[in-house]
């Protein structure tokens, strides 16, 4: 077994990493592939809050990187998915300067035999964090929302990517408002692409349900049933190369439930 | 003898060149063409292009649809706003003209 070691990125930082990172990482364990969640935003690290994993952590990947603990011992493993979902999480009481890109790269080689797929969520910005999490990487999926700015850093980490040499580099749509482009006031799925030129891997949908899934660290793919956590499921399906259609958002929708309702055929 | 370069540049790139340039994609926001000659962007003119850095502004900028806030010729700056040009998202060429910017629409016809 050789892991896909894929990395979520952004530039812009609250458009959807760490959701993304732990949505995909459990739709993808529950379709029976063995998956570590990386968290790479060493400082602020908050994906063990979203998976529900916080009190469980005793080492991070730091101590693995200082010969402090054994791999085996910082994982930590999802009782919800056993045997198939784990977290390697970051320290909190650290900088990201405590590594480097080479032994980042060494840590994604020691995981790759033992996993499917290694996640690697990275934090904010263009400087050492994301170098850092993205130097160990094969592919990228870059988040942006339907906004300008965010756009304009999804455009700048992609070109970064690029010449890091990841591929594929695909693009996820987050926080999509179907009415509010409807309306012309947000920018449409096709003004998104064709700023950014990438493949559009998913387009998810704005959802309440992902706020309370945040606060209670029980990522909304666990169930399926919400706008958003199907998209999830749908963007881990075409990650397993599966050819799933894009859900289409209908324009004439007279409100947003009603969308969704045509949406998914009830 | 002019640089040709065949790719798209992204937010945050930047390209320096000394003579003549033609870019071959889409130059996007954020991204930067500087040279000393000038500029030809056969695609999306949205970044920021600097053309005639060396030869005291006797250059010009071509670009197949112009959706650019502001673009440079030797010493001189342009700002614009897309409201404001007729010619926007359309094929212009700009030159300076005793050091005023000259925008002309570039039609086949």
């Not at chain 1, 730091?62 to 402090?68: L, S, Y």
Request: glycine residues 10%; proline residues 3%.
């Amino acid at each position: 077994m050789s892991a896909r070691v894929i990395v979520i990125t952004s530039g812009k930082g609250g458009v959807g990493k760490t959701t993304s990172t732990a949505n995909i990482s459990v739709a993808l364990a529950k379709r029976g592939k063995k998956v570590v969640a990386v968290d790479g935003d060493i400082g602020l690290r908050n994906l063990d809050m979203v998976m529900g994993l916080e009190n469980r952590i005793v080492y991070n990947y730091i101590d693995v990187i200082e010969n402090n603990c054994k791999l085996p011992q910082a994982l930590v493993q999802d009782k919800r998915l056993k045997g198939y979902l784990s977290l390697l999480p970051a320290a909190q009481t650290r900088t990201k300067d405590a590594v480097t890109p080479e032994q980042m790269i060494e840590l994604c080689d020691k995981l790759r035999p033992e996993f499917d797929f290694v996640i690697l969520d990275c934090p904010a910005g263009i400087e050492g964090g994301f170098r850092n999490a993205a130097a160990g990487a094969d592919e990228a999926l870059v988040i942006t929302t339907p906004e300008i700015p965010a756009v304009r850093d999804a455009d700048r980490i992609i070109g970064m990517l690029e010449s890091m040499g990841k591929s594929p580099i695909r693009l996820i749509i987050n926080r999509f408002r179907p009415i509010m482009v409807q309306n012309n006031d947000m920018l449409s799925q096709d003004d998104v692409l064709d700023i950014l030129s990438v493949d559009l891997i998913g387009v998810v949908p704005e959802d309440d349900g992902v706020i309370r899934a945040s606060n209670s660290g029980e990522p909304l793919t666990f169930e399926q049933s919400t706008p958003a956590g199907e998209a999830y499921a749908n963007i881990a399906a075409r990650i397993l190369g599966e050819n799933v259609p894009m859900l289409q958002f209908d324009a004439n929708s007279q409100s947003f439930l009603s969308g969704f309702k045509k949406m998914f055929g009830f | 003898m002019a640089e040709i370069v065949e790719r798209s540049l992204r937010s945050g790139q930047r390209e320096e060149f000394d003579g003549d340039v033609v870019l071959i994609g889409q130059l996007n926001d954020g991204a930067e063409v500087l040279a000393g000659g000038s500029v030809t962007v056969l695609g999306r003119l949205k970044g920021c292009v600097h053309a005639g850095r060396d030869n005291g502004g006797k250059s010009y900028i071509i670009a197949a649809s112009f959706e650019s806030q502001q673009v440079r010729i030797g010493d001189r700056l342009c700002t614009l706003n897309s409201a404001s040009v007729e010619w926007w998202k359309k094929s212009v060429i700009i030159t300076l003209e005793e050091n005023e910017f000259l925008f002309r629409e570039w039609k086949l016809d």
